[in-house]
């Protein structure tokens, strides 16, 4: 069973807006602070954004500050990355990733999903 399970990737034009899910199963998600790394080929995967256990604190990355927010709905075990205001060097794969540990940053994940591709066009 994959725990987690991203979604909602695709292609958009510079300036426009997504929104990723990731969905966690088969672990009790209000123990977890959950994050968004994202990795381009040939470079090393890079932090993006993180939030809490519950929901009240979170952390971003210079790079997408004031363009990216991360949530969560405890309801439905899933994590939130909105992304607007896109631009092309935001295209990369993005990876989920859940921790154990209730201090960051860092945000040091123990589990990754699988990816999903966001490209923006000029």
């Known amino acids: 069973q994959v725990p987690l399970v991203e979604s909602g990737g695709g292609l958009v034009q510079a300036g426009g807006s997504l929104r990723l899910s990731c969905a966690v199963s088969?672990?009790?998600?209000?123990?977890?602070?959950m994050g968004w790394f994202r990795q381009t080929p040939g470079k090393e995967r890079e932090f993006v954004v993180a939030?809490?256990?519950?929901?009240?604190?979170?952390h971003t990355a210079d790079s997408v500050k004031g363009r990216f927010t991360i949530s969560r709905d405890g309801a439905k075990d899933t994590v939130y990355l909105q992304m607007n205001s896109l631009e092309p060097e935001d295209t990369a794969v993005y990876y989920c990733?859940?921790?154990?540990?209730?201090?960051?940053?860092?945000?040091?994940?123990?589990?990754w999903g699988q990816g999903t591709q966001v490209t923006v066009s000029s």
């Open positions: 088969g672990r009790p998600f209000i123990r977890y602070a």
């Open positions: 990733a859940l921790s154990s540990r209730r201090s960051f940053p860092p945000f040091l994940a123990d589990v």
């Open positions: 939030i809490n256990w519950n929901g009240d604190r979170t």
